[in-house]
Each structure stands twice: as structure tokens, then as C-alpha cells.
Nanobody
Framework: QVQLVESGGGLVQAGGSLRLSCSAS????????LGWIRQAPGKERELVAS???????YYLDSMMGRFTISRDNAKNALYLQMNSLKPEDTAVYYC??????????????WGQGTQVTVSS
């Protein structure tokens, strides 16, 4: 059974930082494209960032320079370093694994989500 488990969410003031982590029970973890998708209240889900099996990254324009996605295949782990957080970054953040798409990723598996709240 595939499991993606996120951690690292929480409450932070605007301008602060958080690091999200995702641990995955995928047998061939290194072959998957991985990503972070978020959903804010009353809004549609949006892809924040993705990273392919080769390490190639994609970011939503508004995340460029603030967020960094990375993966550690030896640990079956995915990370999202979020800096200069804004209140509009408040959302539930989901870890996803899937196949590459243009842009980003076509999710096959989802985590349960972790709440990120940025106060002004």
C-alpha cells in the first residue's frame, strides 16, 4: 500500500519560513515525479512545485525565489523549503507522486495534507 505522509506544517508569521517534508512508501521512489499541491479555502488546487526523477524542477511563477523543492531518494523523502511566506500562502499542502507532465506532474498518489497558516 502506497503511503505519502507529510509533516512540517504549522502557524508562522508573514516573512517567516517553514520546511515541509514527505515520507513515501514507494518501492521505486526514485523513478517517480514528485510534487507539492496546495488548496486554499474556497480556491482550486494548484501545483506549487514539482521535481522529476532527473531532478528537474518546476515552480509556479509566484513561488520562484521563495520556495525550493528537493528530494532525497536514499531516504524516500521529498521536501519543500518555504521562505518569505505570505498570508496568501495559507493552504493545505499535499505531497504527490506520479508521472511527469508539462508542466509539472500528473499525480497518482496523494498524501493526507498538512496545514500551513501564515498570519499577517
Amino acid at each position: 500500500q502506497v503511503q505519502l505522509v507529510e509533516s512540517g506544517g504549522g502557524l508562522v508569521q508573514a516573512g517567516g519560513s517553514l520546511r515541509l517534508s514527505c515520507s513515501a512508501s514507494l518501492r521505486t521512489f526514485s523513478t517517480y515525479a514528485l510534487g507539492w499541491i496546495r488548496q486554499a479555502p474556497g480556491k482550486e488546487r494548484e501545483l506549487v512545485a514539482s521535481i522529476g526523477s532527473s531532478g528537474r524542477t518546476y515552480y509556479l511563477d509566484s513561488m520562484m525565489g521563495r520556495f525550493t523543492i528537493s528530494r532525497d531518494n536514499a531516504k524516500n523523502a521529498l521536501y519543500l523549503q518555504m521562505n518569505s511566506l505570505k498570508p496568501e500562502d495559507t493552504a493545505v499542502y499535499y505531497c504527490v507522486a506520479g508521472s511527469p507532465a508539462h508542466p509539472g506532474i500528473r499525480p497518482l498518489y496523494w498524501g493526507q495534507g498538512t496545514q500551513v497558516t501564515v498570519s499577517s
